[in-house]
């Protein structure tokens, strides 16, 4: 993953794999591996990070919709992936697959996702 900022109380990466473009997540910055070890301020701090991230990616690149996925079993740290997904594009009507190893771009154009994230953050 490569990090593109920090939000309130999270770190935002974008994903090098591209299979879902734009696909990011959203991890939280202090241990937690549960939403229930949180504080409500604290899950609601989380919360608004991945709402911001989401309307960045909506503003950015205008996805049909937008997939949120909050599991893991063997990374033991809160995260949520934040996948957009296009009518026309890979794996719409169906659950995200985790790392298709399908789709990996060149340093320019991981840039250039980046800016535009930044830009609508």
Not at 16 to 26: H, I, P, W
Not at 28 to 38: I, P, Q, T
Not at 111 to 121: D, G, Q, S, T, Y
């Amino acid at each position: 993953m490569i990090k593109v900022a920090d939000l309130k109380v999270s770190q935002l990466f974008l994903f090098k794999e591209q299979s879902y473009a734009g696909r990011l997540n959203v991890v939280y910055k202090d241990h937690a591996v549960e939403f229930y070890e949180l504080s409500d301020e604290q899950r609601n701090l989380f919360m608004e990070d991945v709402a911001t991230v989401a309307k960045a990616i909506a503003k950015a690149f205008n996805p049909d919709k937008i997939n949120y996925g909050a599991f893991s079993d063997t990374l033991s740290h809160l995260h949520m992936h934040i996948v957009p997904k296009y009518n026309d594009g890979y794996g719409f009507g169906s659950v995200f697959e985790m790392n298709p190893q399908k789709t990996y771009l060149s340093d320019t154009e991981y840039n250039v996702i980046i800016e535009k994230i930044k830009a609508n953050l």
